[in-house]
């Protein structure tokens, strides 16, 4: 059965496009025309405006698009939404914010001592793995699903999570937590360890054990929170398996394997792009620390003649 029948609204969350409109051209407005404002501020960079533009375009197609909707009829697609979600649009979004804009942001009262208390990295680093693995509980995950005001208060906490995770490896503000050089590595490394066991218990389990998805009345009352009331009553459905060919177990293993597929491919982008940071600052600062090994090699020799 066609998804189209869940019509416009479901299908393309106008309202949802309105605010990410909104906050797009509310963004270029402060970093251009307001940016005289702004205390250090410098002209806003193509790279930033491209990486920002993509966050929140990326963004609107996994919350607003057909995806979303797909989201809740299908586990997979579930799973694809929080991999690029909590993996690539909370980075794309930290790059593309000028840093000048991030010091204004960071410096307002209330917001400094926590943003540097919560971006901690190891803080950051299991209190993300922690909220992933919790929201997947299957108690947790229906209970959520089923109350648009608990679903909309998880997903924030989520994303918000993911920031606080990424910040230390992407931003660049001078006093603010941060890791440099191959010790990224480990920290991407660290959460690819502890998103494994929520995976590995959706992959390997026996039975689809989502209500959200198994069982017709709570699915129904998922589906309520992006299409409106009025076209579900009018709709006569049993359950997702009305559009999907996949078993629900085959749907909810396929899920787990999206999300890990997904997790190593974004994580295997940023640690080439760490390894090639660091490879060029070795080659960049080649005959600096050729000329700091010489000077130790020859202060040593020294002491020893001296000695």
Known sequence: MPIS????????????????????LFYFWVTTKWRGKFKDSEPLQKKEALLFVSGMALLYIIKGSPVDLLGHIMFTMHM?????????????LIMGIPTWLWRWIIDLPVVRPLFLFFT????????????????????????????IWLHTAMSTTLFI?????????????????????????????????L??????????????????YTDSAAWQQAMALCVPAGTLAQLTLSGPEMFSSMSLVEDQRTGGITMKILQELVFSVFIWLVFYEWLRNENENAD????????DRKDMAYHRHNG
Request: net charge positive.
């Open 5 to 24: 029948i869940f019509g416009f609204q479901a299908l393309w969350s106008p309202y949802f496009l309105g605010a990410v409109v909104l906050i797009t």
């Open 80 to 92: 694809v939404q929080m991999a690029f979600l909590l993996l690539l649009v909370p980075p794309l």
């Open 120 to 147: 901690k990295p190891m803080l950051a680093l299991i209190l993300f793995g922690l909220a992933f693995s919790f929201y997947h509980l299957p108690m947790v995950f229906d209970f959520v699903k089923q109350d």
């Open 161 to 193: 999570a993911a920031i606080f995770y990424w910040w230390p490896l992407v931003n660049k503000l001078e006093g603010m937590h941060k890791f440099h050089g191959l010790k990224k590595l480990g920290y991407l490394f660290a959460l690819s360890v």
């Open 195 to 212: 998103m494994t066991p929520a995976c590995a218990l959706i992959i390997f389990s026996d039975s689809a054990f989502y209500q959200t």
């Open 288 to 295: 600096e620390i050729t000329a700091k090994v010489m000077q």
